[in-house]
């Protein structure tokens, strides 16, 4: 049963956690440095009840980040049933960018410690993610030169466009992603200029500083 499906209070309990990481997610997308307390002020929460459910800070930056990793496996895992190499790798990107997943990774790297459990996860999520790129690039529609690392630069760049409207920021995003997949193709322009990202060269902004 789906958890906002629960009857009475665990119902209501369910409804109200995912108002809290709602919020949270809007608040500390906007900055990273924001008291706990705009969190439970923006869900309409006291912050007694907040800190019930995360005793701190650091436990709900880790949960939302968390649950957008696990959104992005989701969105993996659904991509592997497409039998076009190219069709699956490409709306995985769309996918993901229109999930927004990739704007916890910008604006929340290194504000918190993660768990083993999201270590673990964090390697699935890049087995798959090498499986989509393999495939793609068994079609031959990929350029030689790209690289799995680029595909998290090319997320990290979509989820950096935000203006005020939401549809109006879904709209520039998806028109950026379809240049920068355009970008990808086999025979698109010169050689890349400068050497690509090192395999987990970028994985050093998890560690809090």
């Known amino acids: 049963m789906p958890e906002t499906a629960l009857p009475g209070r665990r119902g209501q309990a369910a409804r109200n956690n995912l108002v809290i990481l709602d919020a949270a997610r809007h608040v500390f997308i906007q900055d990273p440095k924001a008291p706990i307390a705009q969190v439970a002020e923006r ?3 006291g912050i007694s009840a907040l800190y019930r459910r995360y005793p701190s800070k650091e436990v709900l930056l880790c949960t ?3 649950d957008g990793l ?3 496996i989701g969105e993996a895992e659904f991509a592997a049933d497409e039998p076009d190499g190219w ?3 490409t709306g995985f990107l769309g996918r993901v960018v229109d999930a927004d997943v990739h704007s916890l990774t910008v604006h929340l790297a290194g504000t918190f410690t993660p768990t083993e459990q999201m270590g673990a996860d964090a390697r699935r999520a890049n087995e798959l993610t090498t499986e989509l790129f393999a495939r793609a690039r068994e079609t031959g529609r990929l350029r030689e030169d790209a690289v799995v690392e680029d595909l998290g630069m090319i997320l990290e760049c979509c989820s950096a466009i935000r203006v005020d409207d939401r ?3 879904a ?3 998806r028109r950026y992603l379809a240049l920068l997949i355009e970008g990808l193709k086999a025979g698109n322009g010169p050689d890349l200029p400068g050497p690509p990202p090192r395999p987990g060269e970028m994985n050093g ?3 809090p500083s």
């Open 43 to 45: 869900a309409g929460v």
């Open 64 to 66: 939302i980040c968390h």
């Open 70 to 72: 696990l959104e992005y």
């Open 87 to 89: 069709k699956a790798l």
């Open 167 to 169: 549809e109006r920021t």
């Open 171 to 173: 709209e520039l995003r």
């Open 205 to 207: 902004r998890w560690h």
